[in-house]
């Protein structure tokens, strides 16, 4: 009953739901996707500073949201387009290479985040321009490395 009486308490008090992440912790789906989106964004730019592979492995698995690793598979994909050197694309085909084998990024995740790519291609085209270009150049890498199936590869948009 002490419990239940202290937890309404906590629950009432202005910015209460808070309080009890920040207490309790909120894993998972009940995080809000801005926020996941947000963890996900710095975790590939932690890894990009790092090169630590199994640390973003294990920083991805502690968002327990398998349901939105796609999200991680199109934010990578993005900064391969968006990046003027080598060393991101080999850094992400490493990444997702590492994450496609140990089974932690799912065939249907890592389709989910390709297929968003190739819709919104055009649009990323215009703020970067090639990115059709090194886009097929990545997503061949990627089904040479044994990433992605040869249909998805197929998918991929070509100017």
Same mark, same amino acid.
């Given at each position: 009953?002490?419990?239940?009486?202290?937890?309404?308490?906590?629950? !009432?008090? !202005?910015?209460?739901?808070?309080?009890?992440? !920040?207490?309790?912790?909120?894993?998972?789906?009940?995080?809000?996707?801005?926020?996941?989106?947000?963890?996900?964004?710095?975790?590939?730019?932690? +890894? *990009?500073?790092?090169?630590?592979?199994?640390?973003?492995?294990?920083?991805?698995?502690?968002?327990?949201?398998? %349901? #939105?690793? %796609?999200?991680?598979? +199109?934010?990578?994909?993005? *900064?391969? *387009?968006?990046?003027?050197?080598?060393?991101?694309?080999?850094?992400i085909l490493d990444l997702l290479k590492t994450l496609w084998r140990s089974s932690v990024i799912t065939v249907d995740q890592m389709k989910r985040g390709?297929?968003?790519?190739? /819709?919104?291609?055009?649009?990323?085209?215009?703020?970067?321009?090639? !990115?059709?270009?090194?886009?097929?150049? #990545?997503?061949?890498?990627?089904?040479?490395?044994?990433?992605?199936?040869? &249909? *998805?590869?197929?998918? /991929? &948009?070509?100017?």
């Amino acid at each position: 009953r002490a419990a239940l009486d202290r937890a309404t308490v906590l629950l !009432s008090m !202005s910015k209460g739901g808070k309080r009890i992440d !920040s207490v309790w912790g909120a894993g998972g789906g009940q995080q809000s996707v801005k926020h996941l989106v947000k963890e996900i964004d710095m975790l590939l730019k932690e +890894y *990009l500073l790092s090169g630590d592979v199994l640390e973003a492995e294990r920083c991805l698995q502690e968002l327990e949201v398998p %349901h #939105f690793h %796609h999200e991680l598979v +199109y934010e990578a994909i993005v *900064l391969v *387009l968006e990046s003027t050197g080598e060393k991101t694309f080999k850094m992400i085909l490493d990444l997702l290479k590492t994450l496609w084998r140990s089974s932690v990024i799912t065939v249907d995740q890592m389709k989910r985040g390709y297929e968003r790519v190739y /819709c919104e291609i055009p649009d990323i085209n215009l703020d970067v321009p090639h !990115s059709y270009s090194v886009l097929e150049r #990545f997503v061949e890498e990627c089904f040479q490395a044994g990433i992605i199936s040869k &249909p *998805l590869r197929d998918l /991929c &948009p070509s100017r």
